[in-house]
């Protein structure tokens, strides 16, 4: 009763937002497209939306989950066009907040105690509520300030209805002529699988934890202290910070922080966790970046966190450095070195592909050029040529056309390259080093020791392979010798026994017209052929 209820409300609002077309464009639902125009609200003009509003209006209305489906969306920008994307990216998590007595109940059954007993003050109106979790505020009985996230009660419920019905849809749509591009059902699954770890406030803690080790003592970032002893799989108890929102340019000019230092940190901050650290927040919008009165970043809200393999890493910086050496056929060979090609992708075409996103790039100043841009139009342009891209690399190029703008809104003139360059730099001569080449060797001694014992034998056997294979070899070679013998024997055979009968038809023609001694002649020799046929 439930889905029925939800399909209702989401066909209503698809119809208010002009979007039903798009589903009965569809070949399953084309037939029921007249339908349309039997809607009263159909004739009733729409406010000039674009698509992209529309559809971003749409999923606001529908609530929370369909809210967190247009962010996650947002950020596969390989499947998207760029005026849905800019839109769904606008998508605000601001959601209305539940009861707050059954805040104070969840915390209480998690964690085992009131809350009385928990905290030295417990408030009970909620300090923000979004679409997975609500915030509340509390001091420690340690006197120390912190936010409590706690996570929404019956959402697993929703969420698990929800998705259902997004793969209903999914799959509806994936008979429309786009859902080549967009995936629909690529794109469901990698959100349910985002959002069912959201749900779980223990790994985002864990992540917590992990970032902030690999700051530690940094003047660059700093992160919040976790309470482990206050955390749950439905409760997140983190150190509470005060800051300024990093996109209150005004309020950050006000307490003089050098706007170009941090900038130029914010991109710094992003090549450390991705290249050092190898362990990257994949949310770093304004609303989870906050500045402290001496210019440091603040970070919070640390559910989606993104690692790249080592392969990856490579990937991005011989792509990177190829582009700025504008080397384009470099980076078609990168991307063909990656494996990630298709055997049917046409390389040819590829590379001028990759000439034709490059060299309009290559006019502008460095200063003017987008790290994010570039790499999102060589991965769309990859899509193009059926070459599969990492998931992870999408995470990531999300996250720098992030940090890009918010940088350049910060100081306008920055230079990306000239702060990236060195990490790249460094990564490549890293990956050539000859400290790294005897880190390799190390880490494969172990199996080689394990080997070296076994290579006599496996020697002995692989020689007694070959010669196996040569005498297979001979053997293919006699067995197809008499196959061939015995084709052209039963081929002899098969021509004296047609001759036989032949000669025997003739025999009996030469009889009835009384030619006895040729009707004998040819009897004679249908005999000979007949034996020769045996």
């Known amino acids: 009763m439930y889905s029925f209820l939800r399909f209702i409300k989401i066909s209503r609002v698809l119809m208010r937002y002009r979007l039903d077309s798009l589903v009965l464009s569809t070949p399953l639902l084309k037939s029921f497209k007249p339908l349309i125009y039997l809607i009263p609200w159909h004739y009733f003009p729409v406010k000039k939306y674009t698509r992209g509003q529309r559809i971003r209006l749409a999923l606001e209305e529908l609530g929370p989950i369909f809210i967190k489906f247009g962010q996650t969306l947002s950020t596969r920008r390989d499947l998207i066009p760029k005026d849905i994307g800019d839109e769904l990216a606008k998508l605000q998590n601001n959601c209305p907040s539940f009861d707050p007595i059954k805040a104070k109940k969840i915390i209480e059954q998690s964690l085992g105690a009131s809350t009385e007993n928990l905290f030295k003050r417990f408030d009970i109106k909620p300090l923000a509520s979004a679409s997975i979790a609500q915030i509340h505020t509390a001091l420690t009985n340690d006197d120390n300030e912190v936010v409590i996230k706690v996570v929404r009660p019956g959402i697993n419920k929703v969420i698990q209805h929800d998705i259902k019905l997004m793969y209903t849809l999914a799959m509806l749509f994936n008979k429309h002529q786009l859902s080549k591009k967009l995936r629909p059902i690529e794109v469901v699954a990698e959100f349910e699988n985002i959002i069912l770890n959201e749900l779980d406030m223990r790994i985002e803690a864990n992540n917590c934890l992990t970032i902030g080790k690999n700051f530690k003592n940094s003047s660059l970032l700093y992160i919040p202290k976790i309470y482990p002893n206050l955390c749950n799989k439905n409760i997140l108890t983190i150190e509470r910070i005060h ?233 293919y070679v006699q067995q197809t010798n008499i196959i061939v013998n015995q084709l052209k024997d039963n081929e002899n055979k098969q021509t004296s026994a047609i001759l036989a009968g032949s000669m025997t038809i003739l025999s009996g023609i030469l009889a009835v017209n009384t030619f006895w001694l040729p009707s004998l002649f040819s009897s004679i020799i249908a005999l000979i052929f007949w034996f020769q046929s045996i």
């Open 243 to 475: 800051g300024i929102p990093v996109n209150d340019i005004e309020q950050l000019k006000a307490n003089n922080i050098d706007m170009k230092q941090l900038a130029e940190e914010g991109v710094i901050i992003f090549f450390t966790q991705v290249f050092k650290h190898n362990f990257f927040h994949a949310d770093m919008h304004p609303g989870n970046i906050f500045v402290n009165t001496n210019g440091q970043y603040m970070g919070v809200d640390f559910g989606i966190m993104g690692t790249l393999t080592k392969a990856d890493k490579d990937f991005l910086a011989d792509i990177f450095i190829a582009f700025f050496n504008q080397d384009y056929k470099k980076v078609a060979q990168i991307y063909i070195d990656s494996g990630w090609i298709s055997s049917t992708t046409n390389i040819l075409s590829f590379e001028t592909a990759v000439q034709r996103i490059c060299e309009p790039m290559f006019e502008k100043p460095l200063g003017e050029i987008s790290f994010g841009q570039v790499l999102l139009e060589l991965i769309q342009e990859a899509k193009n040529f059926d070459i599969t891209i990492q998931p992870q690399l999408l995470l990531l190029d999300k996250t720098l056309l992030n940090i890009e703008g918010l940088g350049r809104q910060l100081y306008p003139k920055l230079n990306l390259w000239t702060t990236a360059k060195p990490f790249l730099e460094d990564l490549v001569k890293e990956k050539y080093s000859i400290k790294h080449t005897f880190e390799r060797i190390k880490d494969q001694t172990p199996q080689l020791l394990k080997d070296i014992p076994e290579l006599p034998s496996m020697t002995i056997n692989a020689i007694k392979q070959l010669n196996h294979i040569k005498d297979i070899k001979h053997l």
